[in-house]
DNA sequence: TCTTGCACCTCTAGTCGCTAGAGGATGTAG
DNA sequence: CTACATCCTCTAGCGACTAGAGGTGCAAGA
């Protein structure tokens, strides 16, 4: 019942082969035992570990922020206070980001908007791109 | 009235000295003259050029669009289409990454504000990563 | 004139988080 | 027994820089 292959462990948790033997690598996952042909063997265990670091890859944690969030999950009576930081620090990210993204998304919309599909020497695209002067978002 | 140094068009075009010569190397910003002890001299359609870029690379667009846009630039009297497709094509991936961080975004805030700063066997934090069924928001 | 000290030069290697490919071994179904 | 998929290791590549080593050029003060 155990003997769970790395294509199988890639399957179940969506992280791609390669990208597992990379975490193995990096020393994120544990070296699993080996068969008798060498083939890696993963346990339940390894599966949910592969779970939680998707998760966390998938909402953005940096690698570095992973290893310290396991590391964490191991010692589960240790307070939560560095979960709670780096989880918060993840959301100042976002949030900085999404303000971003939406001048930039302001400012793209007024370039695509007053492009005329002339020729270049009247689109609006180059032009504002050449002169920063014109845009009304001066935050980036 | 010519004779700007590396270091000034750095100052003046806001894109940093290892950046301008990398620029170079991969030929996105032509070959400037050398003066006599062999350091760059640069003009200032170079300098509108280097603005050109860090403007388009402040709105996101990746290298090889941003080569497409300056040889746009180069011949103003083609038709702006190919302009007009890239900052479309832009605004798209603005757009999906702007929902999807704001999806991110509640779900951080979910875990931030119901951990309770207790120990980590009671965390939210390590709890939603750990299983993802917890999450609202199933499109990541 | 000399010297200090910054700015410039080239070149290589490292960053992050994978991804691709070569070249070979193993496992499984027909 | 023979395909064929899957596994193995290893190296190199991606994008867009960034850092560092080791050396040269240049302007200004003593």
Redesign the pocket.
């Known amino acids: 019942m155990k003997k769970i292959?790395?294509?199988?462990a890639a399957r179940q948790s969506g992280v791609?082969?390669?990208?597992i033997?990379?975490y193995e690598g990096i020393g994120l996952l544990r070296t699993p035992g080996r068969?008798?042909?060498?083939?890696?063997a993963y346990e339940q265990s390894d599966l949910d570990r592969l779970t939680f670091i998707r998760h966390a890859?998938e909402l953005g944690f940096?690698?570095?922020a992973i290893r310290t969030l396991l590391s964490l999950q191991d010692n589960p009576l240790q307070p939560c206070a560095s979960a709670d930081a780096i989880a918060k620090a993840r959301l100042v990210e976002v949030k900085q980001r999404i303000r971003s993204l939406t001048a930039l998304k302001a400012e793209l919309e007024m370039m695509v908007e007053d492009c005329g599909h002339g020729r270049v020497d009247q689109c609006r695209v180059i032009e504002v791109l050449a002169d920063h002067g014109q845009c009304t978002h001066h935050g980036h």
Chains 1, 2 share one sequence.
């Open positions: 292959t790395i294509g199988e791609k082969v390669p990208t033997r990379y068969s008798e042909g060498n083939q890696r890859r940096e690698i570095e």
